[in-house]
């Protein structure tokens, strides 16, 4: 099996360390694990393509390069760069360094990565780790995601959904912030809302007098019961299935009627 690894955090993050030691026990010792991931942080650049400049494209070691563009350019790098347009078996995007549950699936280049991988054709899986008060005493905040990752990144594979689809299925895993003992199980969860949490925008005066914008993002509550974030923060890891398809279908027919 050949599994290709990225990231949105970059290429020295400690969650890409986790993801290689998960995909290399997937792997075992006859598939192959090829990490291409952003030179440098590309948090909540989504599924950014860098369409309209090039990037610098490195090899930093066997099996291991560095791109100075988004997840997806990383995926699309991989595939038609370095595999010459061949696909992988399996793509793995992560861990993050906080969750990717509820409204931040929009934003999050890590999903952008999963996101592109099932665009190409190739299953795909996105994998985050919820950072809160149980992860900060932890040595290794991604204990969680360690130690239970491959396992269930296994089961997807043996026994979850994977079509063929023009906008396949790909998963989006979300490890809560407790560790690894603590975990209660695993819960399929639809992708939750969190009413009260907002991106919006601090403003900064730098030395020289020049006005700056940060973007500020929200509070990372619970969601509704039994979705992504609220079963998180009941200490379960969350799988919810994913589709690129934009479409409102549960509107088609009554706007087709309306707009008659």
């Not at 360390?17 to 090829?34: K, M, P, R, S």
């Not at 309209?52 to 991989?78: I, K, N, W, Y």
């Not at 199980?185 to 009260?196: E, F, L, S």
């Not at 914008?213 to 379960?236: E, H």
Request: hydrophobic residues 40%.
């Amino acid at each position: 099996m050949r599994i290709l690894i990225t990231n949105d955090d970059g290429i020295n993050a400690p969650g890409l360390e986790v993801l290689h030691e998960i995909a290399q026990d997937i792997a075992g010792t006859t598939g192959e694990v090829w990490t291409v991931a952003p030179a440098f942080e590309q948090s909540g650049v989504g599924h950014c393509v860098s369409y309209t400049h090039p990037m610098l494209f490195s090899q930093l070691g066997e099996r291991r390069f560095a791109a100075e563009g988004s997840p997806a350019d990383c995926v699309l790098a991989a595939i038609y760069e370095v595999f010459g347009g061949a696909r992988p078996d399996l793509i793995l995007s992560g861990v993050n360094r906080g969750n990717n549950s509820a409204e931040n699936v929009l934003y999050s280049g890590t999903i952008g990565g999963a996101m592109e991988g099932a665009l190409q054709g190739v299953p795909a899986i996105a994998l985050s780790q919820y950072m809160g008060p149980g992860t900060r005493a932890l040595a290794d905040p991604f204990e969680a995601a360690r130690t239970h990752g491959a396992t269930l990144v296994r089961r997807l594979l043996e026994r979850g959904m994977w079509d063929e689809a023009d906008y396949r299925l790909f998963y989006n895993i979300n490890f809560p912030p407790v560790a690894a003992a603590d975990v209660q199980g695993v819960r399929v969860a639809a992708q939750g809302y969190r009413r009260d949490s907002f991106f919006s925008t601090e403003p900064q005066i730098s030395p020289s007098g020049k006005r700056f914008v940060w973007i500020k993002g929200g509070p990372q509550g619970t969601t509704a019961p039994g979705t992504d974030a609220a079963v998180n923060l009941d200490g379960y890891i969350s799988v919810t299935p994913l589709r690129c398809d934009l479409t409102a279908h549960d509107s088609l027919k009554e706007l087709e009627a309306a707009l008659a």
